[in-house]
């Protein structure tokens, strides 16, 4: 078989002729232009994404409903990042950082619409520190303007806290009491008994 310059010219850019083992033509695709069509197409995608990414993102394309969703979603967004935020300034040392869900908005962004802050509940080693980090975690719970329902449970778990504190503290200061009171009686009758026997 023998190939003329038309043969080759007919074939065009998109092939490549290898010869074989034997010194045969073969003819098949050229791996380098299948890659320029790839990386080509690839753009092509990447562009038309970038082009949609910037259609959504254009306010004034939005439809009226999607404007009204999207000032409510901003209203949203501010608000859980405010009330997140008076957690950890009102938490200090006991709070950790903040976490957010987020929603895609009609505009392409993406706003917060529900967050958390851990705070962490200490034990304290004497029922004064039980009741200092208990009043401290309840600060912290109740500190947004609005507390959500989450929040108004730590606090409540705090109080607990606090007043199981209250009571072992109440009870450490009678048992302290009763001993003083021990002490004295038992130290009034041998004082009475030393009196006796001096005179006796």
Do not use: C, W
Request: proline share 4%; charged share 30%.
């Amino acid at each position: 078989m023998q190939i003329g310059l038309s043969t080759l010219s007919q074939i065009g850019t998109n092939y490549y002729i290898p010869l074989n083992e034997k010194e045969i033509l073969v003819v098949e695709d050229d791996p380098r232009s299948k890659k320029e069509e790839s990386e080509v197409k690839k753009l092509q995608k990447e562009e038309k994404k970038a082009q949609e990414k910037q259609e959504k993102q254009n306010p004034q394309e939005l439809s009226e409903d999607e404007k009204r969703l999207v000032k409510e979603l901003q209203a949203r967004d501010s608000e859980v990042k405010a009330h997140e935020a008076a957690h950890q300034a009102a938490g200090g040392g006991n709070t950790g950082p903040a976490s957010f869900s987020y929603q895609q908005g009609p505009d392409g962004k993406m706003y917060a619409i529900g967050g958390e802050v851990s705070i962490s509940i200490k034990g304290g080693a004497t029922p004064q520190e039980q009741i200092a980090n208990a009043r401290a975690i309840i600060t912290a719970a109740m500190a947004p303007a609005n507390p959500s329902s989450q929040d108004f449970a730590v606090a409540n778990s705090a109080k607990m806290m606090e007043m199981k504190a209250q009571q072992k503290l109440a009870k450490e200061q009678q048992q302290k009491n009763l001993a003083k009171e021990s002490y004295t009686e038992t130290n009034d009758i041998s004082k009475t008994q030393n009196s006796l026997d001096i005179s006796a």
